[in-house]
């Protein structure tokens, strides 16, 4: 018995108006739990000193939260391979030269 084989998936984005114009973002804190990653899309604050419950020195940045998406961890490796597909294409497109390790 012979199958003939799938045709590939085409997926066709669709973007609300309210969303067209995007979010800016510099930031991007990331946690996770069993069953999901959780990706925080933020934009830093000025920067001041702090001292901490102990007594140390830091930096504080706050950072506001634009955006928050959830993504089961199967998605994250192709959504990793994409960005880094995408990344390469953009070093070439702009000879950017790779980032630094």
Known sequence: MTTDPQP?????????????????????????????????????????????PDGQMVTRVPCQVVARVKVPPTVLFDFLRTLNENLDQWERAFNAPPAVE
């Open 8 to 52: 590939p998936l085409h997926f066709e984005f669709t973007v609300a108006d309210t969303l067209s114009a995007g979010t800016y973002a510099n930031f991007l804190g990331v946690w996770h739990t069993a069953h999901e990653f959780t990706l925080d899309f933020a934009v830093t604050q000025p920067p001041s000193p702090a001292q901490t």
